[in-house]
């Protein structure tokens, strides 16, 4: 039994995209006061494999006025990362549809709903085995101008309803830099780190996260809201987990680890090829170290939860799409 499985790899509500030095001839930083100073919008951008080509100019254009690749810092790399996650999500649905056939099955939803179910009971359990009441910590960021970010945290485990609710009220409020944490971001940097000490055996999926609730004022530097900043958002964001894993260790102190160096830190290097076109490369793998465990010292190099280098396949996307390109591209005097 063949069948097509029509796959959409990138829908965006609303993208936005840092500036490249080709559109601003500027860097993007933590310096930016608004979202229009740092980022071009494209409002919903819709890539479908069922009925596009792999062309560079198909895929990264939204319409005749906004195309992805002019507003990115590193057009010739987001192309290849494009046109990787197009092909890659391409193979998945290949590699489904042989995994249905050779099941005889028409759908996964019977499928998915079992393994969101089992995930979603499994992590309620774990969370009816801690102890009812609310723990509560705090974690000061230190910046570069010398004032300060607070970010405070109160963790409420209700045993019965096997939830907890993470609220970051008591936060500092939203930064007039480029340092502003969405909603979204603080949700996924507050679930992994609860899952992490709670059960990182589990996979992430809808069943798993439900049973963790998280709130933050509006407006706040962790519940950011347009137009304030956040293209440097990773410096508050990648600190949550410090305040977290404080009020964890009052829960599950064996799982717990201590304070660490928080957000990794970010190298830009730009500048212009021989020809006068520009060109621009950041590295941002780089951090002072994670806390020490119960049982073991800490990492040195690395920071919570980004523990690992620049993945071999970005590198391989970022070497596809320039290699792509340059075989289109007539040759630099």
């Known amino acids: 039994m063949k069948r097509v499985i029509p796959v ?70 987001m192309a290849g990362d494009l046109h990787a996650q197009r092909a890659s999500a391409e193979v998945g649905a290949q590699r489904l549809a042989s995994l249905m056939d050779s099941h005889g099955l028409d759908d996964i939803e019977g499928l998915a709903d079992e393994i969101i179910s089992r995930s979603e009971e499994a992590t ?27 970010v405070a945290v109160a963790i409420t485990v209700d045993p019965v309803a096997g939830e907890i609710l993470v609220d970051y009220e008591g936060s500092s409020g939203a930064s007039p830099f480029g340092i502003n944490v969405v909603l979204n971001y603080t949700h996924a940097y507050t679930t992994f780190t609860v899952r992490s000490v709670l059960n990182p ?48 260790a009052q829960l599950k102190p064996e799982q717990s680890m201590a304070e660490g160096s928080g957000a990794v ?26 806390g020490a465990r119960a049982a073991k ?21 970022s070497q596809t799409g320039q290699e792509r390109l340059d075989r289109n591209r007539p040759p630099r005097e």
Not at 134 to 148: H, P
Not at 231 to 240: E, I, K, Q, S
Not at 265 to 277: A, C, F, I, L
Not at 297 to 317: K, Q, T
């Open 265 to 290: 830190w970010t190298m830009q290097v730009s500048g212009n090829h021989p020809d006068g076109s520009p060109f621009i490369t950041a590295m941002f793998t780089y951090a002072g170290g994670v």
């Open 297 to 317: 010292p800490g990492l040195s190099a690395c920071s919570f939860c980004e523990l690992g280098e620049n993945r071999p396949e970005s590198r391989s996307a």
């Open 8 to 77: 959409a790899v990138a829908a965006f509500l609303c993208l936005e995209i840092p500036f490249s030095a080709s559109s601003k001839q500027t860097v993007p930083s933590s310096g930016a006061s608004n979202i229009p100073d740092a980022t071009a919008r494209v409002t919903r951008l819709r890539s479908d494999l069922a009925h596009a080509a792999l062309d560079a100019d198909l895929v990264v254009t939204a319409s005749k006025d906004q195309s992805v690749l002019s507003n990115v810092r590193q057009p010739d790399h």
């Open 124 to 150: 309620r359990r774990s969370i009816r085995a801690l102890p009812a009441g609310t723990v509560r910590a705090t974690s000061v960021v230190d910046l570069a101008d010398g004032s300060e970010i607070t």
């Open 201 to 248: 055996e589990l996979p992430n999926n809808h069943g798993s996260l439900a049973p963790i609730k998280v709130v933050a004022p509006v407006g706040s530097i962790v519940h950011a809201v347009s137009p304030q900043p956040c293209t440097a958002r990773h410096v508050v964001g990648m600190f949550l987990p410090n305040a977290l894993l404080k009020a964890l």
